[in-house]
């Protein structure tokens, strides 16, 4: 940007006054050298040097002033010297033909500076607007790279949700060949002495918990048709937290409710929301390992109070009146490693240990949470441990 540093003339910026008295001095200065270098010298031509300068960088009528002084200095210079000339009248003329000049060369030279302020401008007015249309340029540069982005994490996921249910088909009907086997080789004879019973059980169990990946692998590769009513997000998180009950005695886990009574009704699946708050849960559970506290927090607010989280919600065509309900899920955990954070949501991203967890349980709660026009996200809190929070939207329909 041109500023004004680095402009040729920074004389422009001097106080005019202190530039006035610089340019009035020297022409009473060139006077003096005019004298003492009497005839022979030609000195008029440098007067031309206070004039140019008063009226670059002041104005036309300072350069006109100053010229009839430089032709009045000279003149006085002239008389005082005694010049001979042929003519009495030669002395007027000539002060006359210098003036001339002089006011010709203001004149010029007043209409140049002109054109060059009117060229400064233009261009400190354009680099202005190449700066401004630089920055637009480079926020879209960013927004685009970000959908570029999401265009290709929404593309690897159809691919591993695809994969995943290829596999998940594959594998289910074995499974429930052995399952079948196991159900069979129960009822033998021979079968009924305790260890054989023992081996039995174990088989048995393993079956069930790889169906149970199974089926999440099903939920994550095609998480099905929405059942939704106008539900009451309260008695739903209620029942999660009853299924996870066992969890969190065992694992010395105190829950607090903090819940607005009267939520407005949210168009609901509730057997998947449901599934969504025993996830979160029981990763919470998992994350306080020795015990901690868990705080479930709902309340409403208006639609565009959540710049971020309302992005879909103000989409064109939605309705006006809608309200926004959140629900915020506090643990005392252990929290998310920062080099993490970026993954958890990610299919299959787990740090549990093998056979522990398949990871697949956050991707299956965003999913959920998405085609329910919901939004989610997890973040450590300044506290210690994490915070899911989730917004649901009212269809805009009235309360309940
Ligand atoms: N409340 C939490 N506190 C700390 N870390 C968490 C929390 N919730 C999730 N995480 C981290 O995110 C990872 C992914 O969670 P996700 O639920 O997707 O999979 P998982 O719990 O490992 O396995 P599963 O598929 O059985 O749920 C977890 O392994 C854990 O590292
Ligand atoms: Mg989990």
Known sequence: MLTKSNRVWTIREWPRPLVLALCGLSVLGIGVLDYVTGMEASVTV??????????????????LLLAIASVLVWFIVERIQAVPYSHPLIQFWNALTLLMLFVGIVLLLSKLSRSYEWLEDKIEERTVELTQALADLRKSHAKLKDTQLQLIQAAKMESVGRLAAGVAHEVKNPLMTIMMGIDYVEQLPQSRDEETAGVLQEQRNAV????????????????????????DLNAIIEQALGLVKHEFKKGCVEVVREMQPHLPALPLDRNKIQQVFVNIFTNAVHAMTGGG???VRTYATPVGTNANADAAAD??????????????????????????????????????APGKGTGLGLSIVRQIVHIHGGTV????????????????FTTGEGRS
């Open 208 to 231: 069930l918990r790889a169906t149970a990946i199974i089926n999440e692998l099903l939920d994550f590769s095609a998480p099905g048709k929405l059942h939704t009513q106008p539900e």
């Open 315 to 352: 989409a064109p065509g939605a309705a006006q009146d809608r309200i926004g309900v959140n629900v915020e899920v506090d643990d005392t955990g252990s929290g998310i490693p920062e080099k993490h954070l970026a993954q958890i949501f990610d299919p299959f991203f787990t740090t549990k």
């Open 377 to 392: 996200d997890l973040s450590n809190r300044a506290a210690g441990g994490a915070r899911a929070t989730f917004r649901f």
């Open 293 to 295: 506290t868990l705080t």
């Open 46 to 63: 440098i007067y031309l040097l206070p004039v140019a300068l008063g009226t670059w960088v002041l104005s036309r009528r300072a350069g």
